[in-house]
């Protein structure tokens, strides 16, 4: 699908709130929604209010850069490209630039060897006999009935292990034969890591599986037992020469000069907590970098959810540890020579309010947009004081002087807390 946006400018996206039952990811062909991930941090709730933020820039899409630097999943990204802006998508980890690279830096279904069109190509992945690979091996039990939990790794029903393996060996195959480029690879792989991702017996994070197929209730075997089946991406054309990058964001902020205009809007969503995107999301990375890590077929210890190590040593974020998200965040927002700075943050995360606010001040003329959002709980029926945090944009204008203190900018989310949480403790 190749579809040029039309909506109205930003102001057209507030009419575009995430809808359940219109948006399942696995469903719409609607650009902004069709095939996201499962992913804690996933603003595709919280899109219009994005948009907000970005409208009242006054900035025109049509002449404006706009730099996300913790892309994830790439909603905001696409949200960008969706608004007509030229997009820089960035994120250090190897599965977001894929996915990135195929929604947000393609506009087209590609063309592929020996003519074949995009639709060709995905029937010819779908129809390959099953094989049993480092994914079956390694991360389905030997038999999907007679499984033995204190053994058996149950990330994937077998069938559907058989059918990751032999789809990423035959794009593995065409990419050691010279042919795929960059960009067709990632046509082929971002519709495997979504399959990956909905097929999985998981509640959305790899760093464990269900007990049994679907866990004690079993209401999602409708996805994990159903046969894996690659979908089309969807595409859109806006005209613009977007770009998708891997590396560190705050490396990233030192070399924007020279690569975007002077009106440009940096994107800043941080990981919120202590939790590592590389460890919840390793199967994935392993999808994509199949490079097939050396592990025990079978748990034998501590190695029980597989999750691959490489993330400590290449991509471990300060943004993970409260006494180091804060020197972090300064330092990139030193960086960043921007117009505009929108950064997305939570009253859960690591980095003080206050210190946040205090930041951002620093840096300009600050606004704040606000929305309450449900905590994030591993159980439903686990009792929470407080189970509404606040969601929040602060806009910063880097050329302006600040119009509000940074207690007046606290006081007014923090008010919001409260009225979301009247019985809780803030």
Not at 331 to 359: C, E, K, N, Q
């Given at each position: ?94 599965y977001s630039e894929v996915l990135n690279r195929c929604h ?323």
């Open positions: 699908m190749n579809r040029r946006p039309d909506h109205g400018g930003p102001s057209g996206m507030l009419a575009m709130e995430w809808n359940a039952a219109r948006h399942s990811a696995g469903q719409t062909d609607e650009y902004l929604y069709s095939q996201l991930i499962p992913y804690i941090g996933n603003k595709r709730k919280l899109l219009g209010l994005i948009a907000q933020a970005i409208a009242a820039t006054g900035e025109i899409p049509a002449r404006t850069d706009f730099v996300d630097l913790f892309a994830g999943t790439g909603v905001v990204s696409r949200l960008a490209k969706w608004l007509g802006f030229r997009v820089l998508s960035n994120d250090w980890e190897p947000v830096g393609t506009s087209a279904p590609p063309c592929f060897h020996d003519g074949r069109d995009y639709a060709q190509v995905m029937a010819e992945l779908n129809a390959l006999p099953p094989l049993e690979g480092w994914v079956t091996r390694h991360l389905c039990p030997d038999d999907d009935v007679q499984y033995d939990t204190a053994r058996d790794r149950m990330f994937y029903m077998r069938k559907n292990g058989m059918r990751i393996d032999a789809i990423r060996e035959r794009i593995a195959q065409w990419d050691h034969d010279g042919l795929l480029d960059a960009g067709q690879r990632a046509c082929l792989l971002a519709p495997l890591l979504y399959s990956a991702s909905y097929n999985s017996n998981t509640s959305g994070l790899f760093k464990g599986f269900h007990r049994g197929w679907g866990g004690r209730t079993g209401t999602a075997l409708y996805r994990i037992a159903a046969d894996l089946h690659l979908q089309p991406a969807c595409f859109i054309d806006n005209g613009r020469d977007n770009a998708v990058m891997r590396m560190d964001a705050h490396a990233l902020a030192t070399q924007l000069a020279g690569q975007v205009g002077e009106a440009a809007i940096a994107y800043v969503d941080p990981p919120y907590n202590q939790h590592p995107y590389g460890a919840n999301y390793h199967v994935l990375n392993t999808v994509t970098l199949w490079d097939q890590p050396e592990l025990a077929p079978k748990i034998t210890g501590r190695d029980k959810a597989a999750i691959r190590q490489d993330w400590r040593t290449q991509r471990r974020s300060p943004y993970n540890h409260r006494h180091q998200a804060l020197a972090a965040y300064r330092d990139l927002l030193s960086a960043l020579d921007t117009r505009w700075i929108a950064t997305s943050y939570s009253t859960d995360g690591f980095i003080p309010l206050h210190d946040m606010v205090r930041a951002n001040c620093e840096r300009g003329d600050v606004r704040v947009f606000t929305r309450g959002y449900k905590r994030y709980r591993v159980s439903r029926q686990r009792y929470s004081a407080r189970p509404m945090t606040v969601e929040f944009i602060l806009l910063t204008d880097t050329r302006g002087r600040g119009a509000s203190t940074p207690d007046q900018i606290v006081q007014e989310i923090m008010a919001m807390e409260a009225r979301l949480n009247p019985s809780g403790h803030i």
